[in-house]
């Protein structure tokens, strides 16, 4: 690990990587391979539940990366030290924040299972044999909704839910978080308060604030009454742009939403960064140099600007005209997800009786397999 490491510095010279593991996504072996291998490639921010398992899980994920830090630099990636650990918590209904639920045991036996193909997490299951139940596998849910419209017969339901205040204190303080994301929307403002009033007692705590929201009539004017209401920050802020939630593997368009939203709040000039997130993939990059939205990169090193919270105000006051860096969900861990599976299948192999899940550094092949796909979306930005 290079102790000169600041992931801020990513924001202000526009090759910000975020790896989003997901509001709702609990699977604790997949946080932490997903975590290890994006971290591996050279991650910038790790985004995941506000949940302490999971901030465990990734924590570990965190620590195994900084063991191969130095193998990974000799092959060529991009890791340069541990990133920014991030929470995300929600000021109210959100599809972040939502898990799908039905009883298998109503389901007709003639249904031809739609739910379980469409499935990106492969969370749906009626493998009772495997996994010992049928339905959806809750940790593995991370609330896309693809399953609800799909199943022919209405049982698929779900199910939000948002995160105790009092929760937040012990995230912050006891959890070694170092930033926080609020998941909000236009017209929500007396709720975001609300919850901002319990974040700002510990903000001080903090590195960074994201604050992502969807596009949507007035939110021009909605992020400036956000501003308002979090200034004076004494760290850096970040505008998410959730272009279109949750959707980038399924398709090259799906980050055309997030482009125009980005550019949209860019030229707002709030202050801040603008990093894209909903819908990003493979394409979003190239998109954004196409529209000269993104600063070239040099190979000049920029001055190393600290960690104090005086760096972190010069740091957070700019909102240039590029997009600081984009953030990736379904896209990223989709591109692992074969993976994962075979990691998955040589668990279920190597015991009939799985007492304790297999760790990605154990196979040294697929690690390293997983770290050159999350390489080569983490490139695009970082060479």
Same mark, same amino acid.
């Given at each position: ?9 990513? %924001? ?8 989003? @593991? ?20 050279? #991650?910038?921010?790790? !985004?995941? &539940?506000a ?12 620590? &195994?990366a ?7 630099r000799k092959? $060529? ?14 000021? $109210? ?11 298998? &045991?109503? @389901? ?8 379980? +193909? ?22 593995? @849910?991370?609330? @896309?909704? +693809? ?6 017969? !209405? ?5 939000s ?9 012990? %995230? ?21 308060? /609300? *919850? ?21 009539? $007035?939110?021009?004017?909605? *992020?400036?009454?956000?501003?308002? &209401?979090?200034?004076? %920050? ?9 272009? +279109? ?13 997030? =482009?125009? *939203?980005?550019?949209? =709040?860019? /030229?707002? /000039? ?22 000269? *939205? ?12 600290g960690?104090?919270n ?29 993976? %994962? ?32 796909? #999350?390489?080569?979306? =983490?490139?695009?930005? /970082?060479y």
């Amino acid at each position: 690990m290079t102790d000169s490491f600041n992931p801020l510095l990513s %924001l202000k010279e526009g090759r910000w990587f975020k790896l989003i @593991c997901g509001a709702s996504f609990q699977h604790l072996p997949a946080v932490r391979s997903l975590t290890l291998a994006y971290t591996l490639a050279g #991650a910038d921010c790790i !985004d995941i &539940a506000a949940d302490p398992a999971v901030i465990l899980a990734a924590q570990e994920g965190l620590k &195994a990366a900084a063991a191969l830090g130095a193998t990974a630099r000799k092959l $060529g990636f991009a890791y340069q030290g541990t990133p920014l650990l991030m929470v995300s918590l929600n000021d $109210g209904e959100d599809p972040h924040f939502r898990k799908a639920e039905f009883d298998s &045991a109503q @389901c007709p036996s003639t249904c031809s299972r739609p739910c379980e +193909r469409i499935c990106p997490a492969q969370a749906i299951t009626f493998d009772s044999i495997k996994y010992n139940f049928a339905g959806v596998l809750s940790d593995k @849910c991370y609330g @896309c909704g +693809r399953c609800v419209p799909v199943c022919p017969y !209405d049982k698929i339901e779900s199910v939000s839910y948002a995160t105790a205040n009092g929760a937040i204190a012990p %995230l912050i303080l006891k959890s070694g978080v170092d930033a926080v994301e609020i998941h909000t929307t236009v017209g929500r403002l007396a709720e975001f308060k /609300k *919850l901002w009033q319990t974040i700002s007692t510990y903000a001080d705590q903090l590195k960074l604030l994201a604050i992502s929201c969807t596009d949507g009539e $007035g939110v021009i004017d909605y *992020l400036h009454s956000l501003y308002d &209401a979090i200034a004076p %920050l004494d760290c850096v802020n970040i505008w998410q742009t959730d272009g +279109r939630s949750m959707s980038g593997d399924i398709g090259s368009g799906t980050t055309l939403a997030a =482009v125009r *939203l980005g550019s949209k =709040v860019l /030229k707002a /000039k709030i202050p801040g960064y603008v990093q894209l997130a909903g819908g990003t993939n493979s394409y979003t990059v190239p998109k954004l140099t196409a529209m000269n *939205l993104v600063k070239k990169l040099t190979n000049q090193k920029s001055e190393n600007m600290g960690e104090g919270n005086h760096h972190s105000r010069k740091l957070g006051s700019e909102n240039e005209a590029f997009i600081a860096g984009v953030a990736y969900g379904s896209y990223a861990r989709k591109l692992l997800l074969p993976v %994962l599976e075979q990691l998955e299948e040589k668990e279920v192999n190597v015991e009939r009786v799985k007492v304790t899940a297999l760790k990605l550094e154990e196979e040294p092949a697929l690690l390293w397999q997983a770290v050159s796909l #999350a390489d080569s979306l =983490v490139s695009q930005l /970082k060479y």
